[in-house]
């Protein structure tokens, strides 16, 4: 049975860099067919796709976070991280880490981590 | 950029109601529609995909019907354990979201 655990700080102060990884567990990354995914929920509100990695490095945005987010796998470890840049209020939320079949939904879920951004 | 609609944004019922959800896109996305439901304080749960296929260990209760651009998802009874808000999901090309049911009991 896969598992996903998100890591990484709950508090990071605006202008910075939000850093998180999740860990893969009883599954080998590289084994192909999954796209690993991250995607947010801000407090009391929806859905929203941040990106997804494949393990061979190829990664795909949200067009509306491109600019700020870079998406890495680390195959050695079995993770993969995200990174999103120059953090506001506006992205305090929880995060989680998924796994998509082939693109299309996503059946593995992390329980999520709420990183809140202030100062 | 595909715009995911849901309908209601809530609703209450009784025990044994039918309960039906509809979800709309912006475009034609086929059946690339996938449906979810969330519990407080969890993580999304994927309960339909490819619009109408029942994820493995989903009770039969939960169905999704639809092509195209309009899609239903429906319990057919209602249970306690069913309070939640469900979401569905495009994959036409990039993945969405749409915003979300929120169904509780009567």
């Known amino acids: 049975q896969v598992q996903l655990q998100e890591s990484g700080p709950g508090l990071v102060k605006p202008s910075q860099t939000l850093s998180l990884t999740c860990t893969v567990s009883?599954?080998?990354?590289?084994?192909?067919?999954?796209?690993w995914s991250w995607i947010r929920q801000h407090p009391g509100k929806g859905l929203e796709w941040i990106g997804y990695?494949?393990?061979?490095?190829?990664?795909y945005y949200n067009p509306s976070l491109k600019s700020r987010v870079t998406i890495s796998v680390d195959t050695s470890k079995n993770q993969f991280s995200l990174k999103l840049s120059s953090v506001t209020a506006a992205d305090t939320a929880v995060y989680y880490c998924?796994?998509?079949?082939?693109?299309?939904?996503?059946?593995?879920w992390g329980q999520g981590t709420l990183v809140t951004v202030s100062s | 950029d595909i715009q995911m609609t849901q309908s209601p944004s809530s609703l209450s019922a009784s025990v044994g109601d039918r309960v039906t959800i509809t979800c709309q896109a912006s475009?034609?996305?086929?059946?690339?529609l996938n449906w979810y439901q969330q519990k407080p304080g969890k993580a999304p749960k994927l309960l339909i995909y490819?619009?109408?296929n029942l994820e493995t260990g989903v009770p039969s209760r939960f169905s999704g019907s639809g092509s195209g651009t309009d899609f239903t998802f429906t319990i057919s009874s209602l249970q306690p354990e069913d309070i939640a808000t469900y979401y569905c999901?495009?994959?036409?090309?990039?993945?969405?979201f749409g915003p979300g049911t929120k169904v509780d009991i009567k």
């Open positions: 999901q495009q994959y036409d090309n990039l993945p969405g």
């Open positions: 009883g599954g080998s990354i590289s084994s192909g067919g999954y796209y």
């Open positions: 475009q034609d996305i086929s059946n690339y």
């Open positions: 990695i494949y393990y061979s490095g190829s990664t």
């Open positions: 998924g796994g998509s079949s082939q693109r299309s939904y996503f059946d593995y």
């Open positions: 490819d619009a109408s």
